[in-house]
């Protein structure tokens, strides 16, 4: 108890003897913002500054906390933390009975070091999977112990999208089998067939677990190519391993082995069904593609260790200042946990998440101070969310979805910070998702007047719209998106911010090497603050509540939440 008292003294410390910035950066057109931000917002937009993120970045991400584990000390000390920021801005609480904190129910599942993973042909040997290198899988049902011995059938991409007149099931009864299927969705370059090179949600391996579940399957394991997944095996294996965290169950169906094999022991599978892997991925592209039993039997064994435990949701609000208004919200949200320390690990062990997601937690927390000194406050009320388990499937952002400060329907927009890395100063921004909303005219017309170009995806293929909080909060019929710098920035060319993308990628996203290091820029995390800033209050002030486009995927949603 006392460490942790420690810990969150520095913390404080940090903040608080910042020395004063005499000159904070302005955004380079200043004076464009006359015609639809009053003084007051543009002159608390003024006041964003770089080092005041940096030292929240510093000390999120410190090993004192220990990665920020969702149910361990570190992840609590974080929530404390911004919380504790909120009350000193002088935010109002707007968690649970008048706390800053939402308790979000949950249980961390540890598979047991006895379970067993094994592939067993018709005819021929079996093979038993070594975790971590040739597998990863939980057992979501939070049994303390499932057995599995169950045919395993090949489906596909295994997607149902009427829309798109793709069906991978075709009618087939699944129920008690295992899933053996594709990460990703079928590739194409037509924006009106599975959004052409951008990836849908049926394409996420958390669709594809909830499909397969909702066939009555006992299992689903996908397939890991790296040029698929969009990331490599030490991604799945990091994010897949140890403690993982689950909202309690609430009655949908849930899959007794939720797995994912490399793609070597694919291979495996494969010739022991007599297929070739390269044949069946390329069949699976066709809408003809029929399931394929594969004579072999998944023989399963999972052992659980069960711990009961409850996280929690930072929520502060600033009241609007319109009284027929500000009973409507903004929402900014940003997930500060991250994969904690894992003890099996030789070496460095703590995942500390500098960039994943301390950096989008220093950028909420400097959007609350900013709007908690403007000298005027906006017509609707502004919220601000920061959320937990989101490393674990979006799991904090998902219960603030059904269990929002206020009702979804009066909640006009929700804006997200996520992994925004601090490399100079930003000559464009990634808002993917706003062109999606009404409110895309505004976007427009706010990065015109920062003199950002926006730049579409530059990895659409990545699914990234489904990979961040502000899905969660889309998929109960709020209009989302997440703020992001683009790939150039002053004084480089494109390739080097691909580059810097890349690298990171490759050698630090999900991985202990996600840290803090003094001398980076955070030129362009105050960038995408003050962006974002100015977008928020411009929705807070719009005469008409912000809503998705004709025929999006979310509309019915937003129908159904604001008829509630």
């Known amino acids: 108890m006392l460490m942790g008292r420690t810990i969150f003294v520095v913390g404080l410390l940090l903040v608080a003897t910042l020395p004063a910035q005499q000159n904070p950066p302005k955004p380079r057109a200043e004076s464009r913002f006359s015609s639809h931000l009053p003084p007051a917002a543009i002159a608390a937009l003024q006041s964003i500054r770089p080092d005041s993120i940096e030292a929240h970045v510093r000390f999120l991400s410190h090993d004192l906390l220990e990665g920020r584990g969702t149910g361990q000390r570190g992840g609590d000390i974080a929530a404390e933390y911004i919380a504790t920021q909120f009350a000193l801005y002088g935010l109002k609480p707007a968690g649970d009975n008048g706390s800053y904190l939402q308790k979000v129910p949950m249980v961390g599942i540890t598979p047991g070091t006895d379970t067993r993973f094994t592939l067993v042909p018709s005819h021929g040997q079996k093979l038993d999977l070594k975790p971590l290198d040739d597998y990863v899988a939980y057992d979501q049902t939070q049994q303390a112990e499932s057995n599995v011995e169950a045919e395993i059938v090949y489906v596909g991409y295994g997607i149902e999208a009427p829309e798109y007149n793709w069906d991978d099931y075709k009618g087939v009864d699944v129920k008690g089998k295992v899933l053996l299927m594709l990460v990703n969705e079928p590739p194409s370059d037509d924006p009106k067939f599975f959004a052409g090179k951008a990836l849908t949600y049926y394409g996420r391996w958390v669709y594809k677990y909830e499909e397969a579940a909702r066939k009555g399957a006992v299992g689903a394991i996908l397939i890991h190519k790296t040029e698929m997944a969009s990331y490599g095996w030490d991604v799945v294996r990091n994010s897949f391993s140890g403690e993982k965290s689950f909202l309690k169950l609430d009655g949908t169906p849930k899959l007794k082995a939720a797995a994912w094999i490399h793609l070597d022991i694919a291979h495996k599978l494969a010739s022991s069904a007599g297929m070739d892997l390269d044949k069946m ?3 699976a592209t066709s809408r003809d593609f029929k399931p394929v039993p594969l004579h072999i039997r998944l023989s399963a064994h999972m052992t659980s260790n069960i711990r009961p435990l409850t996280s929690n949701n930072v929520i502060a609000v600033l009241q609007g200042s319109d009284k027929k208004l500000n009973d409507e919200g903004i929402i900014y949200t940003a997930h500060y946990d991250h994969f904690g320390i ?3 690990m030789a070496g460095d062990n703590i995942f500390n998440g500098a960039m994943d997601n301390a950096t989008g937690c220093g950028i909420l927390m400097e959007i609350a101070r900013a709007y908690s000194e403007a000298k005027q406050k906006p017509r609707r009320s502004i919220y601000f969310a920061s959320v937990t388990a989101e490393e674990q499937g979006l799991l904090g952002s998902e219960y603030l979805g059904k269990h929002p400060p206020i009702p979804a329907g009066k909640i006009s927009l929700d804006l997200n910070y996520d ?14 998702g706003a062109e999606r909303t009404t409110f895309y005219p505004a976007v427009q017309a706010a990065a015109q007047d920062f003199r950002f170009k926006i730049r579409p995806d530059a990895r659409p293929e990545a699914g990234h719209y489904y990979r961040s909080d502000h899905f969660s909060l889309a998929r109960v019929g709020i209009p989302s998106f997440s703020i992001n710098e683009g790939m150039k920035f002053k004084g480089h060319d494109e390739a080097w911010g691909l580059e810097k993308d890349a690298d990171y990628t490759a050698h630090h996203y999900h ?9 980076m820029d955070y030129t362009s995390d105050a960038a995408m603050a003050r962006f974002g800033f100015a977008l928020g209050w411009d929705a807070a002030s719009q005469a008409r509540l912000i809503d998705w486009k004709k025929g999006d995927e979310f509309e019915a949603a937003r129908r159904a939440s604001q008829s509630q």
């Open 511 to 519: 991985q202990p090497s996600d840290e803090y290091h003094p001398g």
């Open 342 to 344: 894992r003890p099996e």
């Open 419 to 432: 992994d925004i890395m601090p490399l100079g100063a930003p000559e464009e921004v990634q808002v993917s």
């Open 281 to 283: 991925m390329a069949d």
